[in-house]
C-alpha cells in the first residue's frame, strides 16, 4: 500500500475512534520510537565513572530545567542564536544507509 493510501487508511480509523481514546493513541504516537532513539538506547553505555563536577553540572541542569517548566529549549530558538540555517546540513540523504548511521558518521 502507497504512503498516501496508508495515511488515508490511518485517518479514517483515527475519525472512527470515540473520544476517549484519542488521548490513548495520543499518548502511544508520543512514545512511539523514532530511529535515533533505538539507535541511541542500543549504544554502549560509557564506562567512565561520573565526577564531581560532573554531578555539579547535572544538579544545575536538572535545576534550570526544574525553574523552566521542565522544558528544555525549542530547537528553532538555537537555531536563531546560532545563526543555523539548516543544522542538519551534513547529513545527506544516503540510499540505503539510515538516519542513525548518518548522525553517528556526523559525529565522527
Wanted: charged letters at 45%.
Amino acid at each position: 500500500m502507497a504512503a498516501a493510501e496508508l495515511r488515508k487508511v490511518i485517518h479514517e480509523e483515527i475519525d472512527r475512534m470515540p473520544d476517549w481514546e484519542l488521548e490513548g493513541l495520543q499518548k502511544f504516537l508520543t512514545t512511539y520510537p523514532d530511529e535515533l532513539s533505538v539507535f541511541l538506547r542500543n549504544c554502549p553505555c560509557s564506562e567512565e565513572p561520573v565526577s564531581d563536577e560532573d554531578r555539579r553540572d547535572i544538579a544545575e541542569a536538572r535545576e534550570w530545567f526544574r525553574q523552566n517548566g521542565d522544558r528544555g529549549i525549542p530547537h528553532e530558538e538555537i537555531k536563531r542564536e546560532f545563526r543555523i540555517e539548516r543544522a542538519d546540513e551534513h547529513l545527506v540523504e544516503h540510499e540505503g544507509e539510515s538516519r542513525p548511521a548518518r548522525v553517528a558518521e556526523a559525529r565522527r
